[in-house]
C-alpha cells in the first residue's frame, strides 16, 4: 500500500492533498488520502518521496559493501543498509566484511546503475545517500538485505524502501542467512554488558525495566549499564514505547559510552523488537 500510495503522490492534483495516518491494533503503519477514524494529518516529508533518477552511471570503485564510488568522483552510500565493516587504518575486519564487498563487485562490474536519493542528499562524510538499481532493475540495496549481507539501518527522515527492506531482513533473519547465522551477530544479554562494551553492530537481548522521558528522547532502561534510546522527533514511527515496559526486547545498533554508562540509540522501529515471553 505504501508503494501504490506514493506513486500516487507523484501524479499530477495529488501534490498538494492531505495525508492521514493511522496505526491498525498490530501496530502497522497506514497512509491515505482520506480521513478514517482516529487519523491525523502528517507532513508529507515523512513519506521521503523522491522522484526516481534515469541517468546511468559505470561504478568506478566499490570501496566497501555499501560504499561505492562512480566514475564522475562522487561517492555513494547506499541507503537504509549497513554492511558489516573491511579491514581498513588499524581496525580490523568484521566478519562477513568482506564477503558483502565481493558480493557487489560481482553485481556491478558488468552494468550501470541509477541513483534514488533519499530526504537527505549526503551524510556527515559527504557521500551522496541514495538507493542503488542496475540496468536490470534489480534493487541492490535490497538485494544486499535479501542475501543477508546486510542489516537495515533505516535513519529517519529517510524512509524510502522501509518495508520492503524490513520484509527482506525478516525473511533472511529467519532463513539464518549470512550475518544472521554466524556466531558474532549473534544476540548477546544487556545485564551481561561490562564497561569494555562491545564493537561495532550489537544485538542485545533483556527486560526493559524502566521508561524515562527527558522531552528530547525516551530512555529504555534495561540495566544501571546500558539503556536504548529514542529520539522524540520519531515517535510517532514506533509502536508506544510504555508497551515494552517489562518486555523482553531486543536491540540492535551501536553502543555509545558516556560516563561508564553505554547507551544505544534506537533510530526505527526495525532496530527494536519485542520477543516472545
Given at each position: 500500500?505504501?508503494?501504490?500510495w506514493i506513486l500516487l503522490l507523484s501524479l499530477s492534483g495529488w501534490a ?87 558480493w557487489l563487485v560481482d553485481k556491478l562490474q558488468d552494468t550501470k546503475v ?164
Open positions: 500500500m505504501r508503494i501504490l498538494h492533498a492531505e495525508i492521514y495516518q493511522w496505526q491498525d491494533a498490530d501496530g502497522r503503519k497506514h497512509f491515505s488520502d482520506r480521513p478514517v477514524a482516529d487519523a491525523k494529518v502528517i507532513d508529507e516529508k515523512i513519506l521521503d518521496i523522491k522522484p526516481a533518477g534515469h541517468e546511468f552511471f559505470r561504478v568506478k570503485t566499490v570501496y566497501d559493501g555499501d560504499t561505492v564510488v562512480l566514475e564522475d568522483g562522487r561517492r555513494i552510500r547506499l541507503l537504509g543498509i549497513n554492511t558489516p565493516e573491511i579491514r581498513h587504518r588499524d581496525k580490523p575486519a568484521d566478519a562477513g566484511g568482506y564477503e558483502a564487498k565481493r541509477r541513483l534514488e536519493a533519499g530526504a537527505e542528499k549526503t551524510d556527515d562524510y559527504g557521500r551522496m545517500l541514495a538507493h542503488l538499481f542496475t540496468e536490470n532493475k534489480e534493487h541492490i540495496n535490497l538485494q544486499l538485505v535479501a542475501a543477508g549481507l546486510a542489516s537495515v539501518s533505516i535513519f529517519p527522515p529517510n524512509l524510502l524502501y522501509e518495508s520492503e527492506l524490513v520484509q527482506a531482513q525478516e525473511k533472511a533473519e529467519r532463513a539464518k542467512l549470512g550475518i544472521w547465522g554466524r556466531p558474532e551477530y549473534a544476540t548477546m544479554p544487556a545485564a551481561g554488558l561490562t564497561e569494555a562494551g562491545h564493537p561495532g553492530w550489537t544485538r542485545l537481548v533483556g527486560k526493559v525495566v524502566d521508561i524515562r522521558n527527558t522531552g528530547k528522547s525516551v530512555y529504555l532502561k534495561f540495566s544501571d549499564m546500558f539503556d536504548a534510546r529514542i529520539q522524540s522527533q520519531w515517535l510517532d514511527l514506533f509502536p508506544d514505547v510504555n508497551d515494552y515496559l517489562g518486555k523482553n526486547v531486543e536491540v540492535r545498533g551501536w553502543l555509545n559510552k558516556n560516563k561508564g554508562h553505554w547507551t544505544m540509540l534506537i533510530r526505527h522501529p526495525s532496530s527494536i523488537k519485542r520477543l516472545s515471553e
